[in-house]
């Protein structure tokens, strides 16, 4: 499975950005998608998780209510709509995938994209 993010940027606080993610080769549908994210000296985090059908999605507190995941199974691409970002919120996003059809938690997941940088200036 190969992932290609995009949507990434610099936007000012309380600004909003939308990162997409489109898949190609194996069965995407059928997979959980995630976006994690990493800044320097920080473990990488999960932000957002869906599982495969779309009807059950995991958002970290951190970003509860300001971040939206979504996917589009008939497009292989998956989203993660951001709302009122704050300078915290800078980082490198991974579109991630994994063949488990829940959304797993506590390890990371099979496949990854490339990451994409959101700087949030303040």
């Known amino acids: 499975v190969q992932l290609q993010a995009s949507g990434g940027g610099l936007v000012q606080a309380g600004g909003s950005l939308r990162l997409s993610c489109t898949a190609s080769g194996g069965t995407f549908s059928t997979y959980a998608k995630g976006w994690f994210r990493q800044t320097p000296g920080k473990e990488r985090e999960l932000v957002a998780a869906?599982?495969?059908?779309?009807?059950?999605?995991y958002h970290a507190d951190s970003v509860k209510g300001r971040f939206t995941i979504s996917a589009d199974n008939a497009k292989n691409t998956v989203y993660l709509q951001m709302n009122s970002l704050k300078p915290e919120d800078t980082a490198v996003y991974y579109c991630?995938?994994?063949?488990?059809?829940?959304?797993?938690?506590?390890?990371?997941?099979?496949?990854w994209g490339q990451g994409t940088q959101v700087t949030v200036s303040s």
């Open positions: 991630t995938a994994d063949r488990e059809r829940w959304i797993p938690l506590g390890r990371e997941y099979e496949y």
């Open positions: 869906i599982n495969w059908s779309g009807g059950i999605t």
